[in-house]
């Protein structure tokens, strides 16, 4: 159906020069988007069909190349053989446990070969993996493995991760936990040796058939969104929705080899055909065109495709979905991953130069950290041809890419709970893919611009109960999927139906329809580019992570004089995201000493990630409440920081000295031009 579409479009761009320069001038851009798009569903189908999943491709990789490098970490090589017969010896010590197909581990661990040989040991006995957020404290920790349905709870090494486990262990009395790293005797009581097991147990594969019941629609694992309204959720994966992760790779290759010359004039079809041909042929790279005249410009495919040769560094934590897509990818095709514990900005570019890495992953923090360093001479020496990643922003994009020398930068949008993606494989700064009327046309599940309202974090109805589109260039609505009726009437997060109801729009544009509501504003250019707005009701976004103003506001009034909390983020000047602040209303006849502010920052060292942190505090005089005493937050939120224009006392959270201080009117400079 697509090719036969195409098709006519080429033919009806031939008509005259008008028409493909005045109506469709964006058409190079969609037509790479279906190239992609099709190639990745093509390859998604047939993997299906015969039931092939992520275990099942990394299992091809090792068979085809097992003595390969597939991780790099600390200097340290493991092929495929080696991760694979830790996998084997994973698999054979869960089952031995008596774990089965359908039953849920919870992985609490740290970026790290033994991460990833666990994941696919327990993928080969089709048991759900439960990737918990190793920055979470005790009680999330215990919610999230609870939430998640495991009887067990494995546990990395590291004594920050063991000391976590431990602290959440009366939470979890169901739960048997196993820990990574250590013997039986370095364990307190209640806690066992997985290291002893793995010790016992065979490196040999367990046949397939064991796993025979897992489909595509099969839960492969969970992956926790980060408390957008609460704690952590998990999210279903299914085996269907891993393989889409790790086809994202499709559109990261570059093959120079491939040159189409085109002397016929673009308006002509015949031209459009060959064009069309060269794409479904799989001819990536520049198509050179030259019209009669011999003049000549260049139409750029930029399209990338992750192959065997490849080296990716990864720095995101693997328990999050980002990291998943070039983890996965690697694992469909062969790729060397270049693994570290945490991102590093001083020896990024080091590790990049050291183990020839041609493709990273990023986050639009991890760019700015990185613009942030010395500038060196050795910044453009390397083999990057590609990035891929989301949050970069417009601002930094160009700078970035023209300082470091890469070729190609792919930004996506995506949520874990979402049911598409969208991604830039144009090259356009700041874009993070394309809603156009020649695509939305050809879309089987139309994405949307809708009008919102900002308090309720809804769209806004007309007068028969509609949403309204958002069409005209530069205006922001709240982007929307359609959820086709097959995947209707199915839970987003596990334990959550309340979440999953409010993600749900229902008779958005007519009766019975349903969109899902990713909370997030959207907007596009004239050629039909999106871009990121920003994210609308309680959430905000802070280092890469989705902060939840009610989780974070229901920590702070823990503290004996702190009343109530309005949490909100604050735009800060040069900085991605929004910085946490949190307007508070102290006990009666109580005052911020220095003694109360040490102790607000110690509890949230203590109960909330690095992330969630408050930046700001603001001590209110007055609760600024609506009559029915909903916390208002629309105008302290546009006050911000600024000590000149706010009358109550302002405080900074100061990493150094280890407590909050003063925001003064001195202060407030220096506060602009520090790192946060």
Known sequence: MYKKILYGAAGAAGASVVAWRTMFPWIGDDLIMMKLGSKALKKQVEDIEKGIFLVNRFEDQVHKNPDKVFIIYDDNLFTFKTMDEQANRVANAAKSLGLRVGDTVALFCSNSPEFIWTFLGLQKIGVIVAMVNTSI?????????????????????????????????????????????????????????????????????????????????????????SGTTGLPKPTFIQQLKAQAIGSTHYVLSINE????????????????????????????????????????????????????????????????????????????????????????????????????????????????????????????????????????????????????????????????????????????????????????????????????????????????????????????????????????????????????????????????????????????????????????????????????TTEVANILTNVDFIQDANVYGVSVPGQDGRAGMAALTLTKDTNLSPEKLKKIYDYCEKELPRYARPIFLRNLEEDILTVTFKQKKNNIVKEGFNPMEIKDRLYFRDEQSRTYIPLTADVYPKVLKAKL
């Open 257 to 548: 080899n491939d040159i189409l010359y085109l002397v016929l004039p673009l308006f002509h079809s015949a031209a459009c055909m060959s064009l069309w041909s060269a794409l479904n042929a799989g001819l990536p790279k520049p198509v050179i065109l030259s019209n009669a005249k011999a003049s000549r410009i260049s139409f750029h495919l930029e399209i990338l495709e992750v192959n065997e040769s490849d080296t990716i560094y990864l720095t995101l934590p693997l328990y999050h979905s980002a990291a998943c897509i070039s983890l996965y990818g690697a694992m469909r095709t062969g790729a060397t991953v270049v693994l570290r514990k945490k991102f590093s900005a001083s020896h990024f570019w080091q590790d990049v130069r050291k183990y020839n890495v041609t493709i990273f992953q990023y986050i639009g923090e991890l760019c700015r950290y990185l613009l942030a360093q010395k500038p060196s001479e050795l910044d453009r020496k390397h083999k990057v041809r590609a990035i891929i990643g989301n949050g970069l922003r417009k601002d930094i994009w160009t700078e970035f890419q023209t300082r470091y020398g890469i070729p190609f930068i792919c930004e996506f949008f995506a949520a874990t709970d979402g049911n598409t993606l969208l991604f830039n494989a144009s090259n356009k700064p700041g874009a993070i893919g394309r809603l156009s009327p020649f695509m939305r046309r050809l879309e089987p599940n139309p994405r949307r611009l809708v009008k919102y309202d900002y308090n309720t974090a809804e769209p806004v109805r007309d007068k028969n109960g509609r949403c309204i589109e958002v069409d005209r260039p530069g205006e922001a609505g709240l982007f929307i999927s359609f959820i086709p009726p097959e995947a209707r009437n199915k839970p987003i997060y596990r334990a959550a139906a309340e979440a999953t109801a409010k993600k749900i729009i229902r008779n958005a544009f007519v009766d019975g329809d349903e969109y899902y509501n990713y909370g997030d504003l959207l907007y596009r250019d004239k050629d039909y580019f999106l871009y990121f707005n920003d994210r609308i009701g309680d959430t905000f976004r802070w280092k890469g992570e989705n902060v939840s």
């Open 137 to 225: 404290h005790a009680k999330a920790l215990a919610h999230s493995v609870i939430a998640s349905g495991a009887s067990v709870l494995m546990v990395g090494a590291g004594d920050d991760l063991k000391n976590t486990a431990i602290e959440a262990a009366d939470d979890m009395e169901n739960v048997k936990i196993w820990l990574q790293g250590c013997s039986s005797s370095q364990l307190p009581a209640n806690f066992l040796s997985f290291d002893d097991l793995m010790y016992r147990a065979l490196p040999v594969p367990i046949d397939k058939s064991y796993r025979s019941e897992v489909d595509a629609m099969t839960t492969c694992c969970y992956i926790y969104t």
